[in-house]
């Protein structure tokens, strides 16, 4: 392999002659060989935002010059394309501020920056701190990131996916809403629904769920930059926060704003521990999606089986034939590994020190991982569960029909002892609910067939 020598602060640093990095990120590249986890790179992309961001804002400010203005911000619309993306090699467990990762960003912006203007037989240089990092600090710029990729994650990615799985269970309620099914609590039998009502249900959870995730969101909506290195904002324009954020909104289509308090946003996460709660309430409701799916499917001749799921791969390789609910198993395993993150972020987030909090690459991996994981869950299993889910209604009647939980019916009209003896004969004699009733002579059987009517059963009356 060949190499080029870079230099820093500390001294020469052989770099792979391909790589546009420089030698703080090869430091960092070599000081923490700690697992395979890198950087997400929808923060590198908000990194991008954000050096472009500063670079115009510094250009209008008369610190940087039109000419180096210009290349910094050409070089970071093509990270911001995804053109660059294996020069990002950092792994998460670096340093607690993303100091490395900002300097990443700032070397391999000033080296193609530095490139192009060779290019061009310019006179100029671009310097990854004094040009690319002007105004800023890693202190201030890595929360900024997080929150301009957690808003960009949540709402471009897993927002949509949530109005697709809503959109179709609507459908779904619609179809189904004529059928009439045994309803059950405590895993054990109880009064009739139908269909429709019971995903109505998942429907309102799903429209609750997106709207809290919203809400909270906003919370996000404020940055840090212009804080520098401990909120104070040292070493940079006055009017720079502000100027930024105006240009990070036009640049992502957010409202994002210059927070008021640099000191809290240095130091705090409490936004995004508010957000990613949002995401581990989602999480729960789809874990509970996910298993009634796969409750309603069992069987399907030994077990419930009033809902039939795709057969999109061969469930065993040694029962032939078998149909496995996989969809359902893979989102409620993404749903505990989102309720483990919130953990890890609830945790990371109590560890703000003084001026600065010193967990913020673990926050911000766990909070997309959550996001990302979510999305392409629920896009998974609508496309392959959801659109393709169909009834059973011969084991539906099947179920409705021999439920003893149909005497609650009764009990308006002889009395909640008197229908409990008729469900009790029922089940210990194995006979139905009305012949119990017309053997222990508390109703004939038009009397009966008058009172218990399923359908009655499903509205308030």
């Given at each position: 392999m060949s190499f080029r020598?870079?230099?820093?602060?500390?001294?020469?640093?052989?770099?792979?002659?391909?790589?546009?990095?420089?030698?703080?990120?090869?430091?960092?590249r070599q000081n923490f060989r700690i697992g395979i986890e890198k950087m997400p790179i929808e923060v590198i992309r908000a990194f991008a935002v954000i050096k472009r961001s500063a670079a115009k804002v510094n250009g209008e400010l008369g610190k940087l010059n039109e000419e180096k203005a210009k290349v910094i911000m050409d070089v970071c619309d093509a990270i911001i394309n995804g053109e660059y993306d294996e020069h990002f090699p950092l792994v998460v467990w670096q340093t607690g501020s993303g100091t490395q990762t900002n300097m990443n960003v700032n070397e391999v912006i000033a080296h193609q920056a530095n490139e192009q203007l060779k290019k061009k037989n310019s006179k100029e240089t671009i310097h990854p701190n004094d040009d690319v990092n002007m105004g800023q600090s890693s202190n201030d710029t890595f929360p900024t990131a997080m929150h301009i990729a957690g808003v960009l994650v949540v709402m471009d990615q897993l927002i949509p996916e949530i109005d697709r799985l809503l959109n179709t269970l609507t459908e779904k309620q619609e179809a189904f809403s004529h059928v009439i099914k045994i309803g059950r609590t405590h895993l054990q039998d109880a009064t009739p629904l139908t269909v429709g009502q019971e995903i109505s249900g998942w429907v309102h959870m799903l429209t609750k769920s997106k709207s809290m995730i919203e809400q909270s969101t906003e919370q996000m909506l404020p940055l840090a930059i212009g804080g520098t290195a401990v909120g104070t904002g040292i070493n940079t324009h006055p009017q720079f926060g502000e100027k930024v954020a105006e240009e990070i909104s036009c640049l992502t289509n957010k409202r994002f704003t210059s927070s008021k308090n640099k000191f809290h946003a240095l130091t705090s996460h409490d936004e995004i521990v508010h957000v990613h709660g949002a995401l581990k309430a989602f999480a729960a409701d789809v874990m509970k999606i996910a298993n009634d799916v796969r409750w309603l499917s069992s069987g399907p001749r030994c077990g419930i089986g009033e809902m039939t799921i795709p057969a999109n791969e061969p469930g065993s390789s040694i029962m032939p034939g078998k149909v496995n609910p996989t969809q359902s198993e893979a989102l409620t395993m993404i749903a505990t590994q989102v309720m483990g993150n919130d953990a890890t972020i609830g945790i990371a987030a109590s560890q703000g020190n003084f001026q600065l909090n010193v967990f913020k690459p673990v926050i911000i991996y766990n909070f997309i991982q959550s996001v990302r994981l979510l999305a392409d869950g629920i896009r998974s299993f609508h496309d392959n569960c959801i659109v393709g889910i169909s009834l059973n209604e011969e084991v539906i009647k099947r179920h409705l029909t021999n439920s003893l939980m149909l005497v609650t019916a009764l009990n308006p009209?002889?009395?909640?002892?008197?229908?409990?003896?008729?469900?009790?004969?029922?089940?210990?004699?194995?006979?139905?609910?009305?012949?119990?009733?017309?053997?222990?002579?508390?109703?004939?059987?038009?009397?009966?067939?008058?009172?218990?009517?399923?359908?009655?059963?499903?509205?308030?009356?």
């Open positions: 020598i870079e230099r820093d602060t500390m001294g020469e640093v052989k770099v792979p002659i391909d790589k546009y990095w420089g030698a703080q990120t090869e430091r960092s009209h002889i009395g909640y002892e008197k229908a409990a003896k008729i469900a009790k004969e029922a089940f210990s004699k194995g006979i139905t609910l009305k012949e119990a009733a017309v053997k222990l002579q508390i109703l004939s059987e038009e009397e009966f067939d008058n009172i218990v009517n399923p359908e009655e059963m499903t509205e308030p009356k």
